[in-house]
């Protein structure tokens, strides 16, 4: 996401390299890039015009440190203004009552019943809460089924009722059971509407009122840019909602919508589809977005992501296999798989400051650890419990059965002894110089 717009950003910066102070001129020429690279990602002209203006009256207005390369400080002060362009701090999702209520509304087409399923799964798994979904898109043909299928999936109760043809009854019910079954949310899927239709636009004012949402969220997809940001402005118009929720970021190279969503209809954006599995939910941060942008990675969200996928108990019993030198090819393949579950790879890749730069033209198919799976596989038992018994026999019946080269074998036995080595080292007293090989290795990897 946004790769065309941190480009962009990164050549308009590289003006002032060598430059020894800010001046007007240097300034003038990198704002006029940045500029560019904002009307480029969709972002509005006023809104592009009225934030270079603002870098520009910071930067001018700073006493720069002789310590400080005006290039760095002009990076930062980008970054604090693009944090601010998208709404400075992250805004939670307001969860009182009981039981909450969520409104869920937007055009057809622009994930509304997906992000519902998402939203179910992250509140039960990540806030412990117990949510119910409301089908009350009475008009898409199969709407109803598609939601009964994601929120199995998810593990989420589902309530809908076919014969009942009034969107409005079907939502006041939907509340009624969740009160009757104990469930804490109620998460309302309705039909996708145009602002223009008057009689669509009634209808879900009409089921905002009947049920009084402690929250309503409009969805809207990322990908439509600036039409994204215009559709948003004529919904809130109509329902006065409460957040946004862009879908499909992952697919956005431009980021116009998200940049230009805030100042717009000055509603915040609460979150962001990453992906098309119903794990792919983010709470949208501003200032992380802004590091991502400009390069800087996300480590933060990245250990969330972590955390999230590993247990401290496994974590600590891995340690020790690791301090004992038993650290082996079943250990190996756990890893890889709780790594799968964090998300998209090359949107993990992107997290990690200065990795998604310099591997921006590399592909990262979310099946890069396919092969590696595959030899695995293909060991024995004792294999992967033991890896020093892999001789040449037995790696070139691994290579067969695997469908690979032995030269492949070759190359994941040395990788998977290479990083065993390293986190021995890590574990025990070496880990500094450990760090230092692992950065040495980087450029290679």
């Given at each position: ?21 800010i001046?007007e001129?240097?300034?003038a ?6 500029r560019?690279a ?19 009256l ?30 400075s701090?992250?805004?939670e ?8 209520i969520i ?16 939203l ?7 806030k412990?809460?117990k949510?119910l ?7 898409r043909?199969?709407?109803?089924d598609q939601?009964?299928v994601v ?7 589902v ?13 006041q ?6 009160k009757?079954?104990?469930?804490d ?5 309705t ?14 004012s009409a089921?905002?009122k ?7 969220l ?6 439509t ?9 004529a919904f ?9 929720v ?5 697919g ?10 805030k ?13 098309e ?22 480590v933060?969200?990245?250990v969330?992501?972590a955390?999230?996928?590993f ?25 890889i798989?709780?790594v ?11 997290m990690?400051?200065g990795?998604g730069k310099?591997?921006k033209d ?13 030899i ?15 001789n040449?026999a037995r ?14 074998v070759?190359k994941?036995?040395k990788q998977f002894?290479?990083?065993s ?8 007293g ?16």
């Amino acid at each position: 996401m946004f790769e065309n717009l941190s480009d962009k950003f990164d050549r308009a910066f590289k003006i002032l390299k060598g430059h020894g102070s800010i001046t007007e001129i240097n300034v003038a020429e990198t704002l006029k890039e940045v500029r560019r690279a904002l009307i480029d990602a969709d972002v509005n002209y006023k809104i592009a015009k009225d934030f270079t203006e603002r870098v520009k009256l910071k930067a001018l207005g700073e006493n720069v440190l002789s310590a400080v390369e005006p290039g760095q400080l002009m990076i930062k002060i980008t970054r604090d203004e693009l944090a601010e362009l998208m709404g400075s701090t992250n805004a939670e999702i307001n969860l009182s009552g009981n039981p909450s209520i969520i409104l869920i509304a937007g055009l057809q087409g622009s994930g509304k019943t997906t992000f519902s399923a998402k939203l179910a799964s992250y509140l039960k798994t990540r806030k412990n809460k117990k949510p119910l979904l409301v089908a009350c898109d009475i008009y898409r043909p199969a709407a109803i089924d598609q939601l009964h299928v994601v929120g199995e999936q998810v593990g989420v109760d589902v309530y809908s009722d076919k014969e009942n043809k009034d969107a409005v009854s079907l939502a006041q019910k939907g509340v009624a059971q969740a009160k009757a079954n104990g469930n804490d949310v109620v998460i309302i899927d309705t039909a996708g509407r145009l602002h223009v239709d008057e009689k669509m636009m009634a209808e879900i004012s009409a089921i905002k009122k009947s049920i009084n949402p402690t929250e309503s969220l409009f969805v809207v997809d990322a990908m439509t840019g600036q039409d994204a940001v215009n559709t948003a402005k004529a919904f809130n118009e109509q329902i006065n909602y409460d957040g946004v929720v862009l879908t499909k970021l992952d697919g956005d190279s431009r980021g116009g919508a998200a940049l230009s969503i805030k100042s717009i209809v000055n509603k915040p954006l609460k979150f962001i589809g990453t992906g098309e599995k119903l794990d792919a939910i983010d709470v949208f941060h501003p200032d992380r977005m802004a590091d991502r942008i400009l390069g800087m990675g996300d480590v933060v969200s990245l250990v969330e992501r972590a955390q999230q996928q590993f247990d401290e108990e496994e974590a600590r019993k891995m340690q020790k296999k690791i301090a004992k030198n038993q650290f082996n090819f079943d250990d190996f393949l756990k890893q890889i798989q709780q790594v799968k579950k964090m998300g998209n790879l090359k949107d993990l890749v992107g997290m990690i400051p200065g990795a998604g730069k310099a591997l921006k033209d590399v592909e990262i198919d979310d099946d890069a650890f396919k092969s590696i799976e595959i030899i695995i596989g293909s060991m024995t038992k004792e294999e992967r419990a033991y890896p020093p018994i892999i001789n040449g026999a037995r790696r070139k019946r691994i290579a067969a059965g695997s469908g690979t080269t032995v030269e492949d074998v070759n190359k994941l036995i040395k990788q998977f002894n290479d990083m065993s080595k390293m986190m021995k080292m890590m574990t025990g007293g070496g880990g500094r110089a450990a760090m230092q090989r692992m950065k040495g290795m980087m450029p290679n990897m």
